[in-house]
């Protein structure tokens, strides 16, 4: 039986810095400022936040499609990052696969439908004749698909279609753990549900942790077990989606939580209360956790704050922590005095 206490996946202290400049350019982006994250057996955890706050330059490095500049990557334990220092072995791309925003982009548009499953199966297992054609035809039945699309190409098929071909081929290595990169934004919203209940079956029923990243609240809270938020190339706030999203503790949280449309919010959101959140998380003068003796506040050491009771598994940073991470423009740079005004 699989012990889900013990995390599948982990990130510790994982920072990711880029280059400015030419060759020998001295300054660097730092995209991920030391992101700690765990995903336990058969859990969905959501990562959330506006464009440039890293959440897909965690699952690439988490995938080693980007070398991470420091930190830890534990498959059940282990740092790959120590033992398969310059690229990341066979049996580990077979334990850990990513879905990609884009499904077109994905899938080459040469190539029929069976080449790309083919592909993963032969790389991966070793399968062969009738074999081989049985295990495509329960692919796609697993994703709902007609056996006679193996015979497509990817421009004959709906996005729909694509996205759970995409799916399909993460599959045929028989996935530890799935990387979801916003594999619903590019759909019409009357397919997004089925890829998301997709989603939900293959964690049920095949026990496939996965990491799904989102700007999406609404879709967060309908699938994941637990959210991360992300701000500036780390985590500000994690718990379970219902509290978080209930009860968010920091102010980027509120403002992304106001951000959602609800019908049984009167009116539009203050924009006063919004500029002043807006200032909380660009330059606190307090914490509204600052009582927490375990954990004293702090400007510049990064101290998570616990809400609420332990079980929660509700953690949020202190609001006076001054990151070094620079993760791309955000949407926060606009002053708040104008927008108060």
């Known amino acids: 039986m699989t012990d889900t206490s013990t ?35 058969s859990e969905i955890l959501a990562l959330v936040g506006e464009s440039g706050s890293g959440k897909s330059t965690i699952a690439r490095c988490v995938t080693r499609l980007e070398q991470p500049t420091s930190g830890e990557i534990l498959l059940d334990g282990v740092d790959v990052l120590k033992t398969e220092k310059r690229h990341a072995s066979r049996e580990y791309r077979g334990r850990v696969q990513m879905v990609f925003q884009d499904p ?14 083919e592909r993963a199966l032969r790389n991966h297992q070793p399968v062969t004749g009738a074999a081989l054609q049985d295990r495509l035809e329960e692919l796609m039945a697993t994703v709902d698909l007609d056996a006679n699309m193996l015979a497509s190409y990817p421009h004959e098929l709906s996005g729909g279609q694509r996205q759970r071909v995409a799916i399909a081929r993460a599959l045929a290595v028989d996935p530890s753990v799935i990387l979801a990169d916003e594999p619903t934004s590019m759909l019409d919203v009357s397919v997004r549900i089925g890829v998301l209940n997709l989603m939900r079956s293959l964690r049920d029923d095949k026990g496939i942790a996965m990491i799904y990243i989102t700007h999406d609240l609404a879709s967060a809270r309908y699938l994941a077990d637990r959210i991360a938020v992300m701000f500036a190339g780390e985590i500000v706030e994690e718990g379970e989606s219902m509290e978080i999203l209930a009860h968010p503790a920091h102010p980027y949280t509120e403002l992304l939580v106001s951000a959602v449309p609800d019908p049984e919010r009167s009116g ?27 954990n004293p506040c ?7 704050h ?3 009771e ?5 953690y949020v940073r202190c609001h ?14 606009a002053t708040p005095e104008k927008a108060a005004s």
């Open 7 to 41: 995390p599948v996946l982990e990130t510790r202290a994982l920072v990711k810095e880029y280059p400015l400049g030419g060759f020998f350019a001295r300054r660097t982006l730092r995209a991920l400022g030391g992101v700690n994250l765990s995903l336990r057996p």
């Open 104 to 117: 077109f982009g994905s899938l080459n548009p040469v190539h029929r439908i069976s080449h790309f499953l």
């Open 268 to 294: 539009s959101y203050d924009p006063v209360r919004r500029a002043q959140l807006r200032q909380q998380v660009l330059a606190a003068q307090e914490c509204r956790f600052g009582g927490d003796s375990d």
């Open 298 to 304: 702090s400007s510049t050491t990064l101290v998570r």
């Open 306 to 308: 616990r809400v609420g």
């Open 310 to 314: 332990a079980s929660a598994r509700h």
């Open 320 to 333: 006076l922590y001054r990151p070094e991470a620079m993760a791309g423009a955000n949407a926060l740079t």
